[in-house]
């Protein structure tokens, strides 16, 4: 069983709607992830935490906001999102950004734009 | 801009049988080469990874061949099973750090009964 926790697993939301994704590790690990997946195409990095900071952020279109509260929770702020949006998000952890560290996945949530 | 080059996009295979799963790179300044395997529904998880250092790690019926000349990396999987019938993605990672993976276009797997 994966030991990152990904909350809701399933959410539709309308194009005005605000809504949230939510990511606890418990495992002590410093850098936490979120990366977005389409159907059949591998995940995309979006936001990288390190030590609660944001070290990376891939670009991302401001309409997704990320947030590390501390060091066990991410979460995924959801705003006038598009339905090209509709995808897989996964939220990942490792240890720190040191060489070689896993990379661990939560199972993901599956979100539907409307 | 594709870094990481993964084929083949899907493979059949029978129980007991061999899987090859390929992944070429062209930057070489990556130094981190692991694969995930991916379950339909769940997030992908580490399976086995392999430094440029060694040719070679095997870990029980996986094993991952290195070739640092030709850039190629690849997946073996003995003795394949149903349970195996996944989507297997490479990946490659630089400057020391796992923060960021770039990902093969992944391969999905199925093994027959």
């Known amino acids: 069983d994966t030991e990152v926790t990904q909350t809701p697993k399933h959410l539709v939301m309308g194009m005005t709607n605000k809504k949230s994704l939510k990511c606890e590790q418990h495992m002590g690990h410093r850098a936490m992830y979120w990366y977005k997946q389409k159907a059949k195409k591998p995940p995309e990095l979006m936001f990288v935490?390190?030590?609660?900071?944001?070290?990376i952020n891939e670009s991302v279109p401001s309409r997704f906001s990320p947030e590390c509260p501390n060091s066990s929770l991410l979460n995924l702020h959801l705003h006038a999102l598009q339905p090209e949006d509709s995808a897989l998000y996964l939220c990942?952890?490792?240890?720190?950004?040191?060489?070689?560290?896993?990379?661990?996945f939560g199972e993901g949530s599956w979100l539907t734009v409307v | 801009q594709q870094q990481v080059k993964q084929s083949p996009q899907s493979l059949i295979v029978q129980k007991g049988g061999i899987s090859i799963i390929n992944c070429a790179y062209e930057?070489?300044?990556?130094?981190?080469f692991p694969w995930y395997q991916q379950f339909p529904g769940k997030g992908p998880a580490l399976l086995i990874a392999i430094r440029p250092d060694v040719s070679e790690k095997k870990e029980g019926r996986f094993t991952i061949s290195f070739n640092k000349s030709a850039k190629q990396f690849s997946l073996h999987i003995m003795d394949s099973q149903p349970g195996d019938s996944a989507t297997y993605f490479c990946?490659?990672?630089?400057?020391?750090?796992?923060?960021?993976?770039?990902f093969g276009k992944g391969t999905k797997l199925t093994v027959n009964p």
């Open positions: 990942a952890s490792s240890q720190d950004f040191t060489f070689g560290n896993t990379i661990y």
């Open positions: 990946a490659a990672s630089s400057q020391g750090g796992s923060e960021k993976l770039v």
């Open positions: 930057n070489t300044a990556f130094d981190y």
């Open positions: 935490y390190s030590y609660e900071k944001l070290s």
